[in-house]
Every structure is written in structure tokens, then in C-alpha cells.
């Protein structure tokens, strides 16, 4: 999802350039497949989701801070710029709204993950620690 995100924001970036032979070649092409991408990176939501419900709802694996948990924010925070930026450049409202929208639900993920950080921080360094000095 992140890479086709990425894609995404480069097209649109694209599309907004000032008026060239090659750009202007090119535009209504890299608009449509621009859309196409992130039309395919809306759809890889819904799995993506019901992975995570699967192996933590279904399977039980708990829910613990690891690392890894960025790679999940990360692509939240590119779809969402990729759609506003594609709502802006081929003039789509409402693709720019659910940009808007999901980058609330990124910022949601980042503090999510960031406090979890955190929490784990304090009780895997600091508060062994303060154990120690008593």
C-alpha cells in the first residue's frame, strides 16, 4: 500500500507540472493510471484489515509494541497524502476527502504506536532501573 501510494504522489506531482512537450504527452495518462493505482491501494485496506483481525482476534496473538509497528503507520501516512494530492491534481473531491480522512486515521496510528513505544520504554528501561536504586 505504501509503495502504490508513493506511486501515487509522484503521479499526481506529474500531473500538476507546468506545460512541457513530454509532460503534456503524457498527462492524461499518468492522471488515469495515477487513479488506477490508488483505486488498487483502496482496495488493499480491507485485506489488510482482516489480516490483522485474523491473527489477533482469531488467533489470539496479543497485541505488544514491536518495532515492526511502524511499517503499518507509514503507508497509512502515504495513502492518505496520495489521496489528497490526487484529489487536488485530477480534480476529485471526493478522493481528496478521503485523504483528509485517513490522515487523521494515520495520525491516530502514530500516536497509537508512538505511546506504546513509550509504555514500553519505561517498563523495559527506566523502571528496572529505578528498582535497582532501592
Keep these: 500500500m505504501g509503495a502504490c501510494s508513493i506511486t501515487v504522489v509522484a503521479g499526481s506531482r506529474i500531473v500538476e507540472m507546468d506545460d512541457a512537450p513530454m509532460v503534456d504527452a503524457t498527462r492524461g495518462l499518468i492522471a488515469g ?3 488506477v493505482i490508488w483505486v488498487f491501494a483502496t482496495w488493499l485496506l480491507p485485506p489488510l484489515v482482516a489480516a490483522g ?3 489477533h482476534r482469531v488467533h489470539r ?3 505488544d509494541y514491536d518495532s515492526s509497528l511502524w511499517s503499518i503507520v507509514f503507508p497509512l501516512g502515504m495513502y492518505a497524502i496520495a489521496g489528497m494530492y490526487l484529489g487536488r491534481a485530477d480534480d476529485l473531491p471526493l478522493v ?8 487523521w ?3 491516530a496510528a502514530w500516536v497509537a504506536v508512538f505511546a ?12 528496572p532501573v529505578e528498582r535497582d536504586r532501592r
Design 33 to 35: 493510471l495515477a487513479v
Design 53 to 55: 483481525w485474523w491473527r
Design 61 to 63: 496473538v496479543r497485541l
Design 96 to 103: 481528496g476527502a478521503i485523504g483528509a480522512a485517513e490522515l
Design 105 to 107: 486515521v494515520a495520525v
Design 116 to 127: 506504546a513505544m513509550l509504555h514500553r520504554m519505561w517498563v523495559r528501561l527506566i523502571r
